[in-house]
């Protein structure tokens, strides 16, 4: 018998399934059909083992559904656009183009010996001219079509990289890259209308039943869908053209607390006021911050008394001042709020910082306590006793209060209900150069004018230079200027290009057809699409999945995809992540040098340097490479095989938990593997016997086993139709031990083990695939495991012939019994009185009572 030898077992079938096309989706309209889909990579150069982990996963659920006699598409591309590339440009001096691309090729050559079921022909990049122009068309038919518009909008501007920056590449008010202070800028952005479909899409994550629930939770919370008021506070000394300050709040039942007016640094009347200097410098100090309600939450809330002031909607005689504050966002309701410190922290804080008042609308049931350092800020639904209600002093429920507030606010004219969404309009510009061209040319005579169809890719232009900021578009003439499409005449390309969440917005419906001459084929998408499981990290559970559901809405409306496409995942699957301990030891001024697990030595007094130097072991983290704490997939490869790398990372946690990934479990799960070839090898050597599979008696280990084998198909099977793939695992470990328990020398044994084996290698095929196939072949079973039919349970060995009792004597347990399933309670009390060891236990004593509880345990008092 041989050792099972991973590096020449598992190229070899891999040349197989690529020999014979085995993972190639083909439309079959006699098959159902199954496409899973696992997020796509980023090309940063190097795979690791979360990226194990989420591809074996889909693989599993692939390779399960072929032999369930599906038609798989399970396809793979590269999400290739993005700032990355360009810092690689500018600090390598090398071609974006040329850098992700060489990735691409590092990644796929790291990706191909995990023996992933993947269909490569479908491969593609968003970086491809091929699919950018594809997404160029889209753009082009989404214009058309009202779904896109070009308007004013403040953003994050780096003044040193001279570009947009989006709200998570402002790190502490400074440019990712550049350290610059980042400024609050108005720029002419191009926008997809995301925000025209904020109802529909918030309706309908209700039909998503196969989403997590707290993905369903942060998408419903992203589109923030509010009910509220909207009043006008009339100003009193304001500039010409300013009447009125209108006001949207959620919170309408406070208005009678309200201690001051608020207004956005990018407000219009808070520019308008900017002749004033001190006001000029806080607005520009507060654009500072960045865009984002993450940035403005943790910056000092501060404001500047414009010195104008506003009558109350409820009393013309109630004056309150009008601040500019740092913490208001001009694109959220209308730029401007009324403060309540006493129901509203932030308020509060502001309030006690620039002494104004504090007025309490209502304090909890059965106390008259006035709000001290801490706002009151109960549920809505709690009840509460209203002081400053609007029908006086009462009892009754935020909500309740609230929708008194909007009737009584509407009776008298003074305000309306209005619904209001979080949601904003998607704003796609970046001013830079790796990434899809917007495809419109800019005419002194015909304006923005959409690119011609037929000239589309608008390619990236080869020749840039990364030699000084902004963006290299800009300043190339030979790429900037051309012709208008629509006069001729002399006219300027767009030189923004697009976010990078559009390319990955519907990459899923390219996959059905990623060679078409349109963004999709009509037959390819009816047929394969929607995604039946995606896979993917919760990080995305907003931005990405929110714009793939637009993406959808859009790609129907404009014929590219039908009406059962516009929710494009069925299921969704949120892995959890790979970590490892970390290890360090003292840097200067206090700081910590990382040091890679490979560096570490074991010994009894804790962990080492290959010098004696003592480390310190750190908390199990998320795999990172600032900290070192990474495994290299490839290292585990050439060292156990892929198929351990694929054990391990299903066997050891839930899918949707972290899994601590540590050598020892590494060299178990090898072990393991060599254990399952020992037993395949053993029963391929063992010669036939003449016992029909059917033929074992009763109660012997070749039929236990048979019962555990069928037991153990439909227990796998359950597993991975409910993705509890550590559960399906385990199983196999139990099926193991099952086997080995059976001795080849026992009465029909030979048959029922072969059969157990051949079973193993079918339900084991999923996670270790090249295993299976090498078993398979042991076996001298025809073709393929990866084509075989999954194995079907026997329903007639599924059920239990017999029962195992235990017996305890005056509580103490004794012995036990088998007993038939069926027996009933006198049956079994005749065959416990009649045991052996029962009767030597009772000395011939009579009990004085004998409780049988079926199924469970037999209870002797004596």
């Not at 109960?378 to 209060?401: D, I, L």
């Not at 199990?620 to 198929?643: F, L, R, W």
Request: charged share 25%; aromatic share 10%; glycine share 6%.
């Amino acid at each position: 018998m041989t050792r099972y030898n991973a590096q020449a077992v598992e190229p070899k079938w891999q040349r197989t399934w690529d020999a014979q096309q085995v993972f190639r989706a083909r439309r079959d309209q006699d098959k159902p059909k199954y496409y899973v889909l696992e997020m796509f990579p980023y090309p940063s150069g190097r795979i690791h083992m979360g990226h194990v982990r989420n591809y074996t996963m889909g693989d599993m659920i692939a390779r399960y559904k072929m032999a369930r006699g599906f038609s798989v598409l399970h396809p793979m591309g590269w999400d290739a656009f993005g700032m990355p590339a360009e810092n690689a440009a500018m600090e390598r001096n090398i071609h974006p183009g040329d850098w992700t691309y060489r990735n691409i090729d590092d990644m796929r050559a790291q990706m191909k010996p995990l023996g992933f079921a993947i269909d490569w022909s479908r491969e593609f990049a968003t970086c491809d001219p091929e699919y950018y122009g594809q997404q160029q068309a889209l753009f082009l038919d989404f214009l058309e079509a009202g779904l896109i518009t070009r308007k004013n909008a403040v953003v994050n501007w780096d003044p040193v990289d001279m570009t947009v920056l989006a709200n998570e590449q402002v790190e502490n008010g400074r440019g990712w890259r550049s350290g610059a202070l980042v400024e609050r800028r108005e720029l002419t952005q191009w926008f997809f209308r995301i925000s025209d479909f904020s109802e529909e899409l918030l309706e309908a994550i209700d039909t998503l039943t196969d989403w997590p629930e707290k993905v369903r939770l942060m998408q419903a919370n992203w589109i923030g869908r509010s009910r509220g008021l909207q009043t006008a506070f009339r100003l009193d000394n304001a500039p010409e053209g300013f009447d009125a300050l209108e006001v949207y709040t959620t919170r309408p039942d406070t208005l009678m607390g309200a201690s001051f007016v608020g207004i956005s640094p990018d407000h219009p009347l808070a520019r308008a006021l900017e002749t004033n200097p001190e006001i000029k410098a806080f607005n520009e100090e507060c654009r500072r911050i960045g865009t984002s309600e993450e940035a403005l939450e943790k910056a000092e809330k501060r404001g500047l008394d414009t010195g104008l002031t506003v009558s109350h909607p409820m009393d013309p005689d109630w004056h309150l001042p009008v601040y500019v504050a740092n913490f208001i966002l001009m694109d959220y309701g209308t730029g401007a709020i009324f403060g309540c410190p006493a129901h509203d922290q932030r308020d509060l804080d502001f309030a006690r910082k620039y002494g104004l008042p504090v007025r309490d609308v209502f304090h909890a049931r059965g106390s008259d306590e006035d709000v001290s350092d801490t706002a009151f800020v109960p549920p809505k639904t709690e009840p509460v006793t209203y002081v400053r209600g609007f029908a006086g002093e009462a009892e009754t429920t935020g909500e309740q209060a609230i929708d008194a507030a909007i009737d009584f606010c509407e009776a008298r004219g003074i305000g309306r209900g209005v619904t209001k969404y979080r949601l904003r309009d998607w704003g796609i510009s970046r001013q830079r150069y790796w990434g899809c061209p917007i495809p419109v040319v800019h005419c002194d005579d015909c304006g923005t004018v959409p690119e011609k169809k037929e000239n589309l890719p608008v390619e990236l232009p080869r020749d840039v230079s990364f030699d000084r900021p902004g963006n290299p578009l800009d300043r190339h003439p030979t790429w900037r200027d051309v012709p208008c499409p629509n006069c001729g005449k002399p006219a300027k390309r767009e030189t923004d290009t697009m976010d990078t969440f559009v390319d990955s917005s519907w990459y899923f419906a390219r996959f059905t057809s990623p060679r078409a001459e349109t963004p999709t084929d009509a037959d390819d998408v009816a047929y394969w699409m929607n995604v039946d499981q995606y896979i993917g990290g919760v990080e995305h559970a907003i931005l990405h999945l929110l714009y793939s559901r637009f993406f959808a809405r859009a790609m129907h409306r404009t014929g590219h995809l039908p009406a059962s496409a516009i929710e494009p995942f069925n299921a969704l699957f949120t892995q959890g992540m790979v970590t490892h301990e970390t290890y360090s030891t003292p840097g200067p001024s206090g700081s910590r040098i990382w040091h890679t697990p490979d560096e570490i030595a074991r010994t009894e007094h804790g962990a080492t340097l290959p010098d004696g130097t003592a480390v310190e072991v750190g908390p199990t983290i998320k795999m990172s490479k600032s900290k070192k704490n990474v495994v290299d997939p490839q290292d585990i490869v050439e060292q156990y095989g892929a198929d351990t790398a694929r054990w391990f990372v299903m066997s050891d946690s839930p899918p949707d938990r972290d899994v601590e990934w540590t050598a020892a479990g590494a060299e178990a799960a090898w072990k393991h593997l060599q254990r399952v070839w020992r037993l395949t090898s053993d029963v391929a050597e063992t010669p036939a016997d003449s016992t029909p599979l059917g033929n074992t008696p009763p109660g012997d280990a070749a039929r236990e086993l048979r019962r555990t084998t069928h037991r153990i198909i439909r227990d796998v099977t359950e597993d991975i139709e409910g993705f509890a793939f550590n559960k399906a695992v385990a199983r196999l470990y139990e099926f193991t031990a099952a086997i080995a328990r059976c001795k080849p020398d026992q009465p029909g044994a030979a048959a029922v083990r072969r059969e157990a084996v051949e079973v193993m290698a079918r339900l084991m095929m999923p996670m270790t695939p090249h295993l299976a196939e090498e078993m398979w072949a042991a076996l001298g079973m025809e073709g393929l495991v990866s084509q075989a039919a999954w194995p079907q349970a026997d329903p007639d060995l599924l059920t239990v012939d017999s029962v195992t009792l235990p017996i305890q004597i005056n509580g103490k347990r004794r012995a036990e019994i088998s007993v038939p399933a069926d027996a009933d309670k006198a049956a079994i009390e005749h065959l416990v009185m009649g045991d052996e060891k029962v009767q030597r236990y009772l000395e011939g004593q009579t009990p004085r009572k004998l409780i049988v509880v079926p199924g469970r345990i037999v209870n002797v008092v004596v």
